[in-house]
Each structure stands twice: as structure tokens, then as C-alpha cells.
């Protein structure tokens, strides 16, 4: 298990320090610093990749791009951080609810049981409905949004099975950090707590709690079947991943180079849309032939719409967004 939160959060301080600003403009080159968690084969890494081809395709000028794997620079709260403040990553694929800090009504974009199927998110990231969302997270937290990856089928992963709503009630597990995830969960029964991506797997080893919810990609890259072999397919979620840059290094690009950002950022999304949404099934698969997953239905889903739409109601209500909310459903 590839702890890469230790090393990166003891050297957080010293990386905003020591770097005064990620992007490097001259008259010559612009070098520009990307951060993933994963390493080269994970969809986010390639869809990063992809927007550095892209963009290299699209300006006449000198670019050059960075990219730290492997959580190297911390988590996303970290990432978040830095792109706020244009230091140390300028761009990156981050989870709505990571930018919450600055943002609050970002993870609405999100929110689990928000997107009927492929089909619906797809449509609704593709159609612009997000813009005020987008606005938002430029006005409070300075990070513009280029494009949208994401794409994975996220389910309920445990220590134990979970096939019904009995088993679910009570259920300790972990969720993003944004109030509207814990407000979900709690609604459909489960004890959500909201801890540290980098230390779920060590606390469903120890009994902290018994599982998490996420997608087969990172089930899979960061072997939490290890401890959480039972998956659960309750479909609550498409993930929805903004590709982002800090508008501290987006102003300062020649105007040419953020018109090529911007048309590489859509069409980088579109393809890590593709590719991760192609690649859940067969990750899902793989973990089954290995037999490090047990793969169970939820019975009585529909019960699960029932208890999270007043709760999706009341939460676009209190941000002002429920004109937002409705948007998105209709699309």
C-alpha cells in the first residue's frame, strides 16, 4: 500500500516556501507543473498527459510541462491549496468536494444520486448547465475550471457485505469531506465519517471504520481490496473530475497559450471521460477474475432515491441553487 501522504505533508510547507510561483513565463518558454495522485497507467494520469499534448498541439510558442506522480506533493487537499495560492502545481484533476474549502457549492456538481446514468452526465458536462459552479470556484478560490474528466461508477467498498438496507444502517465508512456527503450517506443510514483519503486504508485495517465508496480504478491502483474486498453496487455516483488551473498562472500566459489551454482543456476532458468510463467495467472485472473482489447488488435501490432527494432539495435550497439543481436534473 503506497502510503503517499507522510512523506508529502511533512514537505508541504517547505515546497510553498521555496517555490515563489509555479509557472515560468518568458518571451522563450512557458513551463508549466501538473500533480496526480496516481502514477501513468490512471486514467487521470493519461487525461493530464492528453492536455499536455493538446496544448503543445495548439500554441506556436515554447511550453514545457512537469508533472509529479504518486501524490508526491500531498493530497488533493494539498492540491487545492497550492493552485489557490499559484504555487507549486498549476494544473490538475481534482474531486468537487476537495475545493469545498474555498467553494462550498462545488460539490453539488457531484453530490451522489445526482446523475440518472452515463448518458445524463455526460450530457450535463458537455452542455455548459455548470457555469455558475465554475464561477463560483474562480471568484472564491482563484482555480478556473478547462474541462471535465471523471467518469467512474462509484460503489460502496467493505470489509464485510453489504447487500441491503439493513446491513447498510450503522454502516462506519468513510466520504469526501464536503457536508453534503456525509448529509447522503446519513440519510440512507450508513455512519459517515470524513477522514483523509491517504489513511482510509489503514483505518479499515485497524477497525476505524468498515469501508469507504469510490470507483474501480482507484480500488484497483491502490489495492483497497486488500481491506475491502466486498463491493457493493449501489451506483450513488458518477464522478465528476474537473480539470483545473490556478488563474494566479492562466492570467499570466500569453493570450494565444490560454486559448490553447481552454480548447485542450474541453477536448482533454472529453477524452478522460471516455477513457475512464470504458476502462470501470473492465477494471471491475479484472479485481472479479483475480478474486480479490466479491461483487453483490443492492437490493431495494429505489428506497435509496427515496431518503437523498429531500436532502439534494434542502442542500441547493440553502446554496441558492436550486434553479442550478433542476438544471441538471432536466438535462
Known sequence: MINFGS????????????????????????ALRGAS??????????????????VTAGYDGDVTFEMSLNGELGDESDFVTFLQQGVAIDYAIMAPSNMAVFAP?????????????????????????????????????????????GGGVRNLASAEPISNIEELTGH?????????????????????????????????QTGVIAGFENEAASIQNLKFYEVAPNITLTKHAITVRPIVMAEKTFSKL?????????????????????LESSQDGEK?????????????????????????????DAYAAELGATDL????RAK
Open 7 to 30: 512523506f508529502a505533508r511533512m514537505s508541504v510547507a517547505a515546497i510553498a516556501l521555496s517555490t515563489v510561483a509555479a509557472v515560468s513565463v518568458s518571451a522563450e518558454t512557458v
Open 37 to 54: 495522485l496516481f502514477d501513468e497507467e490512471h486514467a487521470y494520469t493519461k487525461t493530464l498527459r492528453k492536455l499536455e499534448q493538446l
Open 105 to 149: 457549492s462545488i460539490p453539488l456538481m457531484d453530490m451522489p444520486f445526482l446523475f440518472r446514468d452515463l448518458d445524463h452526465w455526460n450530457t450535463a458536462l458537455s452542455s455548459g448547465v455548470m457555469a455558475p459552479l465554475e464561477a463560483e470556484l474562480l471568484a472564491k478560490a482563484d482555480i478556473r475550471v478547462i474541462g471535465y474528466a
Open 172 to 204: 462506519k465508512m468513510r466520504v469526501m469531506g464536503a457536508p453534503i456527503q456525509a448529509q447522503i450517506f446519513d440519510a440512507i443510514k450508513a455512519a459517515p465519517s470524513a477522514i483523509a483519503y491517504n489513511e482510509v486504508y489503514n483505518a479499515i
Open 254 to 274: 500569453p493570450e494565444a497559450l490560454q486559448a490553447a489551454v481552454l480548447s485542450a482543456g474541453k477536448e482533454a476532458g472529453a477524452f478522460g471521460r471516455d
Open 284 to 312: 471491475m472485472q479484472e479485481m472479479i477474475d483475480a478474486g480479490q473482489v466479491q461483487v453483490q447488488e443492492f437490493a431495494g435501490r429505489e428506497q435509496l432515491l427515496e431518503l437523498v432527494i429531500p436532502v439534494q
Open 325 to 328: 439543481l433542476e438544471a441538471i
